[in-house]
């Protein structure tokens, strides 16, 4: 029997003995907390950009890279490089809050990056080494500042895992913080989505400040993610983050942006608030700024700094290697046009991906912005949004109407709908953006064969009329057929079914209601899916509301061709599990394996 090398250099078997002995004694003696490691059962023991290599000699595509910490990837050469100079000079690796060149030349090169506005008159107080620190020193912050207590945050939002962070996340219970509905698309407080979800989120916000007796009073800030993460991958519309910035400073209260996962380019712009062209009062950041390394902290303007000494201090706030690791990617990213970079393959990738939407029932939404991505998996039998009615035998047929904001390339909105009593015209009628297409077996994209019905206006995108003698299977919209219609599949963009009907009846397949409603949330599909990544030799993490959103956080330096495989590999485990969603798709190990990453 052939064997496999191992990267600790014995054979695969061998190998495979040493990785389970390690995740054996990682079970027995590490806490229940543990998380990652839980749907993650590798033994990472070398790294480099993309890729990651196991105990067991097998090789992965690292999509989590630390969760959003590697912005440069694994050991990328400019931090590595960066470390070994700071220990090669026989400097100080930890100095508590002492000035020294090294923390000198990162706040230099931090400030830089700064959004307009914000750097000219900003203070930066460093933490403890973790995100939730900084959100925690925050809170402080603007309560000192403004002598009030209360903090508004907003569903689905994560801040850390400390007492007061935890409090202003989605999670909380008994907390001194106000919940305000964060504006999404897929799954809208208000059942509407769009711009006019964003509005009534505003409205919301506005309505809870200024009603005397909505029983908030003023508070001392407003902390939100320009982009929820943890959330499920929820971009903030620019005209809602506007709108924040607006209310908070009419009434003095200090807007926190959290951008602890979106910074240093991730979002497609350096800091993720500039897609909005909003400066906050505060920012709260952490991961990436230590180029692989612990570090935080809170950056703010200059008139908020009302502290006295040691307010807020923390032992190892003073860490040199984190500092000079973080300056070097800070450089590397702002000199080498990485957020950019990450914004048009994002903008590629989340086109990509909606590929998938198109074609397996089973994904609801795919969003994101530059290359922080998520794919939320939804039961498709669920509730949701369907809606079916049924034409009479002949030639009239009664569609239901629905819409789905999702379009195909672009993301944009679209507006879905079918004809209500068509009568007797010549079948069901789709239309988009409110453009009526009737007619005789002739379709907006695709054409497929039709009878001899009256010819008219081509359907919408999607929007399918066959009268008459029949119409050919199609790909999208509804089919309605005098002497009988093909099979319509059963997936398509913004639609969530369409039925056929053959004989003399009508084929229909919009939702009933004014707007399509998302199936319910698939947690179990989702971490199958994250499985059948694994062995095909791809890292991804799960979030959403429900543990439903499979996400892709990989490094700015990932390649096009590297961006490529990591796709096709998502592709193939979605597609797995939606085939097999009984045994989920996820094959064996192979001794090799599985496919090898590119790069």
Known sequence: MAVTESVTGGTFGGARAEHEGILRRQSARESRARTYARAL?????????????????????????????????????????????????????????????????????????????????????????????????????????????????????????????????????????????????????????????????????ESVLDDPKSGVPLPAGMILEPVQGEGGVIPAPDDWLRRMRRLTTDRSIPLIADEIQTGVGRTGAFWAVEHSGVTPDVMVLSKAIGGSLPLAVVVYRDDLDVWEPGAHAGTFRGNQLAMAAGAATLAHVRENALAERARLLGSRMLSQLRELQRDFACVGDVRGRGLMIGVELVDPEGDGGTGEAWGSDGAGARSGAGDGETGAAGGAAGEWAGAEDAGDRAGGVGVRGGELGVGG??????????????????????????????????????????????????????????????????????????????????????????????ERGLIVELGGRHAGVVRLLPPLTISDEQAAAVLDRLADAVAAVARDPAGHGVRPPRPDGGKKPTG
């Open 441 to 534: 077996g002739e379709r907006g994209r695709d054409r497929g064969p039709g009878g001899p019905g009256a010819p008219g206006a081509p359907g919408g995108m999607g929007g399918t009329v066959g009268a008459g003698g029949g119409a050919a299977d199609v790909l999208d919209g509804v089919v309605s057929a005098g002497g009988g219609a093909a099979g319509v599949r059963d997936r398509v963009p913004g639609v969530r079914r369409s039925t056929a009907h053959g004989g003399g009846g009508a084929v229909t397949g919009w939702a009933a209601d004014a707007r399509r409603e998302p199936r319910p949330a698939a947690p179990e599909l989702a971490a199958a899916v994250q499985r059948a990544c694994l």
């Open 41 to 205: 059962p590798i033994v990472p023991v070398r790294a480099r950009g993309l890729t990651i290599e196991g105990a067991d000699g097998r090789r992965y595509l690292d999509c989590l890279s630390g969760a959003g910490t590697l912005a440069l990837g694994h050991n990328h050469p400019v931090v590595l490089e960066a470390i070994r100079k700071v220990l090669d000079s026989g400097a100080p690796l930890s100095v508590l809050d002492l000035a020294t060149p090294v923390k000198d030349a990162f706040i230099t090169e931090l400030f830089r990056t700064l959004p307009p506005g914000l750097a000219d008159r900003a203070r930066v107080q460093f933490c403890g080494p973790a995100g939730t620190d900084a959100v925690e020193a925050a809170f402080k912050l603007v309560r000192a500042a403004t002598g009030r207590t209360g903090i508004l945050a907003f569903t689905g939002a994560y801040h850390g895992m400390t007492s007061g962070a935890l409090a202003a996340s989605g999670g909380a219970a008994d907390v001194r913080v106000a919940r305000l509905p964060y504006p999404q698309d897929y799954r809208c407080p208000f059942g509407v989505g769009g711009p006019r979800g964003a509005e009534l989120a505003a409205r919301w916000t």
